[in-house]
């Protein structure tokens, strides 16, 4: 969480008084979570790329690569397809203790949940491949 926070000597308690042009406030930000940014990333990504007139331009300016070299030395692959879903998640399922049924609780209203999946779609003569938004934002993101 974000606070401000005064160089004053250390015999001074409290926050905020200023002494002096030498002081100065600051803030201290915590480390977020990198899936949770990540997770921004790919939510703006989507909104910007679903409300673009020019779908192609988008890409282009976004950095996506129009074809990806063959992993197994063959012809590069061609970008073809946008793939995009939304899925909402209304439950959760996982084994029961001790019983061959699984322990199912759906989920009230409020807590649906909506997902939205986008993949980039290469293809060859011979193969085809799907790269995760958040696989390729992953990637550009790396230092």
Known sequence: M??????????HKG????????DHLHSHMEHADPAADLQVLADEFIDSFRSARD????????????ELPDKEGGAPLKLVDIRLTTEWQVGTASPSFGSAELSYLPYPGPMVSE??????????????EEVDLRQFLAQRLEP
């Open 2 to 11: 974000p606070h401000d926070h005064s160089h004053a000597p250390h015999g």
């Open 15 to 22: 926050h905020n008084h200023s002494h002096g042009p030498a």
């Open 55 to 66: 779908k192609s331009a988008y890409l282009e300016l976004a950095g996506v690569p129009r």
């Open 115 to 128: 997902r939205a999946n986008f993949a980039f779609v290469y293809v060859s003569m011979t193969r085809k």
